[in-house]
């Protein structure tokens, strides 16, 4: 049995990129090549968003393959996890025969993910052979979401992170943020409703089950400063942490460069 004395941080970097669409998560993720390796970069795009490297010139795009998983591809039966297993299943193969290319997996977005798993779910809880409460319920001619559907998409969830955590490769996964809100004074439930901070654009329980998965979440950001498109990257803060003992707390100006370089560059000290 080890001793805590041996622990030392991972070789592969396991990390959540969370921030409002368009901060920048997607180019960062792209950035983690190796400079000089002949290995590669594999993104999972379910945003449908990964032409946004293509304003970043710095990112080696010729190293980096990507699959566009829509929620639904015309003519072809097979779910949207079904897909995403398939493919992950043979990428294992590869992992564990050492003919695997890639050095870093980008899972392009959780907040995609989730969804396309509950509109997986929909069409088998409301088939007509589904039976009883399972069957789903309608609002006119559209199916309406329930509690068998919100358990396939946890249970799909946890086990897509699950198995990421488990290969030896980079993991960056990208979230949406949204408002937290809260009243002013707790105590009091008529009291004024306020924004009090943010949390993951994603159901409550699968927010607070996904972070146990990465030793890194980091919060990127856009913002226009003198007329000029700038981003920015957080490490620390109420939703933010790293196990790296050099990054601190403030926001980092990461505008034109290349991420990976810069967070090992800090990493380093």
């Not at 041996?6 to 368009?22: M, T, Y």
């Not at 929620?71 to 294992?92: C, H, I, K, S, Y």
């Not at 000029?228 to 790296?244: G, H, L, R």
Request: a neutral charge; one cysteine or more; charged letters at 25%.
């Amino acid at each position: 049995m080890p001793t805590a004395s041996s622990l030392s941080l991972e070789k592969n970097i396991k990390a959540l990129f969370v921030g409002p669409k368009h901060s920048g998560k997607t180019v960062a993720a792209c950035s983690f090549l190796t400079k000089g390796s002949q290995r590669r970069l594999r993104v999972l795009d379910g945003d449908g968003r990964i032409r946004g490297i293509l304003g970043a010139p710095w990112i080696e795009r010729d190293r980096i393959d990507y699959d566009y998983y829509a929620p639904r591809v015309a003519g072809n039966t097979t779910t949207f996890f079904e897909r995403v297993n398939q493919d992950l299943e043979a990428m294992l193969v590869e992992i564990n025969s050492g003919k695997c290319m890639y050095e870093t997996y980008v899972g392009d977005s959780l907040t995609a993910f989730c969804r396309n798993l509950v509109l997986d779910a929909i069409p088998l809880t409301h088939a007509s052979n589904s039976g009883g409460r399972d069957k789903g319920r309608k609002i006119g001619t559209m199916n309406m979401a329930g509690p068998s559907d919100y358990g396939f998409e946890s249970t799909g969830a946890d086990a897509y992170l699950a198995f990421l955590r488990s290969i030896p490769l980079n993991v960056i996964v990208t979230a949406h943020v949204v408002d937290k809100f809260g009243k002013v004074n707790p105590d009091d439930p008529y009291s004024e409703t306020i924004v009090v901070g943010e949390k993951l654009s994603l159901r409550d329980k699968i927010a607070a089950n996904s972070s146990i998965y990465f030793d890194h979440i980091f919060r990127f950001d856009r913002k226009m400063v003198g007329g000029q498109e700038k981003f920015f990257v957080e490490f620390i803060s109420d939703i933010a942490c790293t196990s790296y003992s050099n990054l601190k707390p403030g926001k980092f100006d990461i505008t034109g460069v290349n991420f990976y370089e810069f967070l090992m560059d800090k990493v380093k000290g």
